[in-house]
Every structure is written in structure tokens, then in C-alpha cells.
């Protein structure tokens, strides 16, 4: 029998549910959620003493997400999931940048498929370390076709399973063409964690690209090795994990990275993350800085937190076609924070 959701049990949700999503619209064979946020963000502040862009502005940003569900037959569901960010001030009226759009089915047992913008395989590893809400995680190659791997035209496929104290993740992507300066890709993971009041977890990922005859010079055909190791809960305690990616390139010069994270979560909703980053080039240093996250929920749903970037040792340059080290700017990358008001719903 069906059972809608009344809109004034669903605002109801909206306060004190999940900050997630709110389930808007249940019945036996389907279910529809919505959810999003809005954020207040006291941004651009420079601390290098050389940079030359003193500005502080105040920038609103705005997301919508919807994800749907239906049963087409016992133990299968079709899905529909999308994100957008959306214009959240007048200068950006009109502004609708996706995030993910993706449409697939979704079993009891064997896990889901889907089609459409999604993450790849390869996130199963990369997400061990990406922990911070904006910044950090720039010691890798996986996010050179698309921003944070929200890659258009994917193939996905997922599966998961907990049991006893034990947490099993697999993920095999086919990149389409429908990606920009991209003619075709995979990606496969797997990642193992064990233990129940302080797991600790591996995590491996494959990645090729080859890129298109008309694609820009930066690009080149890759693949990427990928692993990460964690230990303990990111939402409760002590957390810290390690990632170590090397990419070897067609014609570019190899790239290898790594990242440390750590961070603590407090029962009061205090929670303190710290991020190193390193990326190297041959013999050029692309990247060195420690980002760090220092947050507090109000509730479930509303949270402040300021984010802060701190160069380490001085960048190189490379040359984009073949990767080769140009010279050294002699300083270090630019120092910058930011302070935060955010509404999940």
C-alpha cells in the first residue's frame, strides 16, 4: 500500500533528519530524496607576504541533489542519482554546473550499475586521503580530465559487503568517449577493511586513459597505480591514513605522489583534519603544502569550518607537452585560508 510522505513531516525532516537527504515521497516499491546545501564562505585571503591579491570576499555557493529509487523485480531497483551546483548570488543567476547525473540499477546482492557522470573505480583508493570538504588532495594525476573525477560517459560498477567486523569493496569503470580529450579508459579497485573499534583498511586501483588525437599537449595516454592504507574512523576518533600513486605517462615524464592525512572527531562535533601533499615530476617538485580543517556542527545539519593551505619547499615548473623541468620559481606555493558557514539539508 502506498504511504506518501505529507510535506509538513517531510520540512520536519528537513530540520532534524539526516543532513544528508530527506525522503520525501516512500512507498513499497519506490522512494524519492532530496537534499543539498548552502554555504557562506569568507574566502581569498591571502597570507603570503608576496602575493599581490589582498581581497577578502564573501561567496555563497548553493547545491540540489535528488536521488530516486524503484523495484522493477525482487532483489533489483532502477536508480537515478544528480547533483548540481547552482547559482547562490545575482552575478551567478542562471548558473548550473553538474556534479553528477547518473541513471543504473541497484541489487540486494551483486552490488550496482550505472551510466552516466559519475566518480570512477579508482576513488575506492583516492578517497582514503581526499577527506578534507574543499580542499587538499593534489598529489595525484586522477583528477586531470575532470574536477575531483566526475568524469561524463562512465560505465560503473560497485559492490560492497560488511560482515563480521570485515568490509569488502570492489569497482570496475569503462571510460566512453564522451569524456573531453578522452577516447576511452578503465579503472578497477578493490579495497579490505578489518576490525571493529579500530579498522584498519587497504586499498588498491588501476587506471588507464588514452586520450584523443585532438586532445591539448598537456594530455597524454597514462596509467596510474594507486594505494592507500587507513586506519580507525573519520567520524569518530582517531583517523589517519596514507596514499602513494604513480602514474607512468606515454611520452611525459613519470609523476609520483604522495599524501598523509590524520585527524581526530570529537563527541562534541569538533573534528580536526590535517592533509600533506606532495607531487613530483622526474626531479621537479609540482606540489608540497599541508592543508589542515578545523570544524564544528551545530547539528546534524548546519556546521562551521575554516580550511587553510600552507606552502612547503619551493614548486618547479615543467614544460606541459613533455613534462621536463623548466627551472624552479625558488618559493614555495601560496598560503591561503578560509572560514565557512554551511547548511546540509
Not at 522512494?31 to 603570503?48: C, F, H, P, Y
Request: avoid cysteine; charged fraction near 20%; glycine fraction near 10%.
Amino acid at each position: 500500500m502506498f504511504k506518501k510522505i505529507a510535506l509538513a513531516a517531510a520540512a520536519g525532516a528537513l530540520l532534524a533528519g539526516s543532513a544528508n537527504a530527506a525522503v520525501v515521497y516512500q512507498s513499497e516499491s519506490a522512494k524519492l530524496q532530496l537534499g543539498g546545501r548552502l554555504d557562506a564562505a569568507i574566502n581569498s585571503v591571502a597570507l603570503s607576504e608576496r602575493a599581490t591579491d589582498k581581497k577578502v570576499e564573501l561567496v555563497g555557493t548553493a547545491r540540489f541533489r535528488v536521488a530516486a529509487e524503484s523495484a522493477i523485480t525482487d532483489g533489483v531497483k532502477a536508480l537515478g542519482f544528480g547533483e548540481w551546483q547552482i547559482g547562490a548570488e545575482t552575478s551567478h543567476n542562471g548558473q548550473w554546473n553538474t556534479r553528477f547525473a547518473y541513471v543504473g540499477f541497484k541489487t540486494d546482492d551483486y552490488g550496482q550499475l550505472t551510466f552516466g557522470q559519475n566518480q570512477p573505480a579508482a576513488v575506492i583508493a583516492l578517497s582514503a586521503t581526499d577527506i578534507l570538504i574543499d580542499w587538499g588532495a593534489k598529489a595525484t594525476t586522477s583528477y586531470e580530465f575532470a574536477a575531483k573525477a566526475r568524469q561524463e560517459g562512465l560505465v560503473d560498477y560497485r559492490y560492497k559487503k560488511s560482515f563480521n567486523n570485515q568490509a569488502l569493496k570492489l569497482g570496475l569503470s569503462y571510460q566512453t568517449a564522451g569524456l573531453d580529450n578522452v577516447d576511452t579508459g578503465v579503472s578497477v579497485a578493490g579495497g579490505y577493511e578489518y576490525g571493529e573499534y579500530f579498522p584498519v583498511g587497504l586499498n588498491l586501483a588501476y587506471d588507464y586513459y588514452r586520450v584523443s588525437n585532438t586532445a591539448p599537449a598537456k594530455y597524454d595516454d597514462k596509467n596510474a597505480i594507486t594505494v592507500s592504507l587507513t586506519g580507525g574512523d573519520l567520524t569518530a576518533g582517531f583517523y589517519a591514513a596514507g596514499l602513494y600513486q604513480f602514474t607512468d605517462y606515454e611520452h611525459k615524464k613519470n609523476v609520483n605522489g604522495f599524501e598523509l592525512a590524520a585527524g581526530y572527531t570529537w563527541d562534541s562535533g569538533v573534528q580536526f583534519l590535517l592533509l600533506y601533499n606532495q607531487k613530483n615530476q622526474d626531479s621537479a617538485r609540482l606540489v608540497s603544502n599541508f592543508a589542515g580543517e578545523l570544524s564544528y556542527k551545530f547539528n546534524p545539519n548546519f556546521r562551521a569550518y575554516v580550511e587553510a593551505e600552507i606552502g612547503v619547499g619551493d614548486i618547479d615548473t615543467v614544460d606541459a607537452a613533455t613534462g621536463k623541468k623548466i627551472g624552479s620559481t625558488h618559493e614555495r606555493s601560496d598560503d591561503k585560508v578560509a572560514f565557512h558557514l554551511q547548511y546540509n539539508y
